[in-house]
C-alpha cells in the first residue's frame, strides 16, 4: 500500500514537473517569435524583407528546439555514435 502511493507520488510529481517543462518552452518560443511576427506589420519595405529572412531562422530555430527537448535529436546522435537504437 505504502509503495503503491510512492509511485503514484512519484508519477504525480514527473506529471507536474513535465506540464512546468512544456510550458516554460511554449513561453520562450513564444517570446522569441514576437520580433519576427512584429516585423510583418511593418510599413517599411526594409522590415518586411528582413522579416522574412527572421522568419526563415525562426522556423529553422524552432524545428530544432522542439527535436532536441522531445528527444529525437538525443535519439539521432546515439544512433550515430553507437550504432543502435
Do not use: H, Q
Not at 517599411?44 to 530555430?61: F, Q, S, V, W
Amino acid at each position: 500500500m505504502l509503495i503503491e502511493y510512492a509511485v503514484a507520488s512519484i508519477n504525480a510529481m514527473l506529471g507536474r514537473i513535465d506540464d512546468i517543462a512544456i510550458s516554460v518552452s511554449a513561453i520562450l518560443i513564444t517570446i522569441l517569435w514576437i520580433p519576427v511576427a512584429l516585423s510583418f506589420f511593418s510599413t517599411d519595405e526594409n522590415k518586411k524583407y528582413m522579416a522574412r529572412e527572421k522568419l526563415k531562422n525562426a522556423t529553422i530555430g524552432t524545428v530544432i528546439y522542439i527535436l532536441a527537448v522531445s528527444g529525437v535529436l538525443f535519439t539521432v546522435f546515439n544512433y550515430v555514435v553507437t550504432g543502435k537504437l
